[in-house]
């Protein structure tokens, strides 16, 4: 048997319905799929709908899409500003990509803040939130993901480590969103900590519930160090993201999005040779979206309504690492394309 038939066949048995089947846990992720603008024509899991941040440099939507059974339910984009630059980076050459599919993606803006928090004004978030009114009016459902991972200490972002700052700025473009794209939603994401047994210093950060709309984090399976290829430990996302997800979407009743993620197969730096940890692409990243998207993860996170793959190639960490689950490892997309009988 090879060892993609295989690796589905565990797949399928992880997906079977628990023998305490309680539909009210369908009919709310619907609902809250609905109401934050995911298609049912999408890509849906296990009612948890997948979509991607492409690669906007070497891929498209429509390229990412024509390898897929169904179109993806979100695309994540990267979108810098400063007092400097309000251009929006790609935004504007994504547009028609994105606008042009039969079935609207949800666009998520990631918003990045070039040169921190203090540089961020109301007349920067007002271009943000009339491009994402744009959007909106060409019918595609926009979430805000604001300075995302701004929990991250000491910070890898300009705009991380300031919990002050970041409920300031938040505060300014939600005020401008909410005016000028009222439509839009505001997507909270900080990085996964795993501190305090996986409680986390989310609290600092959260901005209160008057103005977000949706929870999320960023959640990478990296293997051991985060230099080796090793799977993925057994119910590591529920078990790691639990507390997280318990406190700011069960308790306040707010959808959840794993807002990025991937699985990651490392190779010495500009080589196809593999580091040290022995699994395989397909193995790693089989087992990965297993546990993002199977069943039992449905179940145990109701509220959860997406999950965003990120689609990249990166030479970071003195590495090569390949992150993407299309374009990529033909074995690691057709269990993606595979995904549609589950």
């Not at 459902?141 to 300009?158: D, L, Q, S």
């Not at 593999?274 to 193995?283: F, K, P």
């Not at 546990?291 to 190639?313: C, E, G, K, R």
Request: hydrophobic share 40%; aromatic share 16%.
């Amino acid at each position: 048997m090879s060892e993609l038939l295989a690796l589905l066949l565990c797949a399928f048995s992880v997906s079977a319905l628990p023998l305490s089947y309680d539909a009210s846990v369908d009919s709310n992720t619907v609902q809250k799929r609905w109401e934050q603008g995911i298609s049912d024509d999408a890509m849906i899991i296990n009612w948890i709908g997948l979509g991607f941040l492409p690669d906007f440099d070497s891929s498209s939507v429509g390229k990412l899409n024509s390898v897929l059974p169904l179109p993806m339910a979100v695309v994540g984009d990267y979108i810098p500003i400063s007092s400097d630059d309000t251009s929006l980076g790609g935004f504007w050459y994504h547009y028609n990509d994105i606008v042009g599919q039969e079935t609207k993606p949800v666009y998520m803006a990631t918003i990045e803040l070039e040169y921190g928090l203090y540089d961020f004004a109301s007349w920067q978030a007002d271009v943000i939130s009339q491009a994402m009114k744009n959007l909106n009016d060409a019918g595609v459902p926009v979430w805000v993901r604001f300075a995302y991972e701004m929990n991250g200490c000491p910070a890898w972002n300009a705009w991380g480590c300031d919990a002050g700052g970041f409920k300031q700025a938040w505060g300014i473009m939600a005020s401008s969103l909410r005016y000028w794209a009222p439509d839009s939603k505001m997507l909270w994401s900080p990085n996964i900590d795993t501190d305090n047994n996986n409680w986390g210093n989310y609290d600092q950060y959260y901005p209160g519930d008057d103005t977000v709309d949706l929870v999320g984090l960023s959640f990478y399976s990296f293997g051991i160090n985060q230099q080796e290829n090793t799977a993925p430990s057994q119910n590591l996302f529920t078990q790691t993201a639990g507390p997280f997800y318990d406190t700011y979407s069960a308790e306040k009743g707010k959808p959840f999005v794993l807002s990025e993620t991937s699985a990651a197969f490392h190779y010495y730096t500009g080589t196809e040779v593999a580091t040290s940890g022995g699994a395989s692409e397909l193995t790693i990243k089989s087992q990965w979206i297993n546990q993002i998207l199977s069943w039992d993860t449905h179940y145990a996170f109701p509220n959860m309504i997406a999950a965003v793959w990120f689609n990249f190639v990166k030479n970071e960490r003195e590495q090569t690492i390949d992150y993407r689950a299309l374009l990529g490892n033909w074995d690691v997309q057709n269990m993606v394309y595979a995904l549609k009988n589950w």
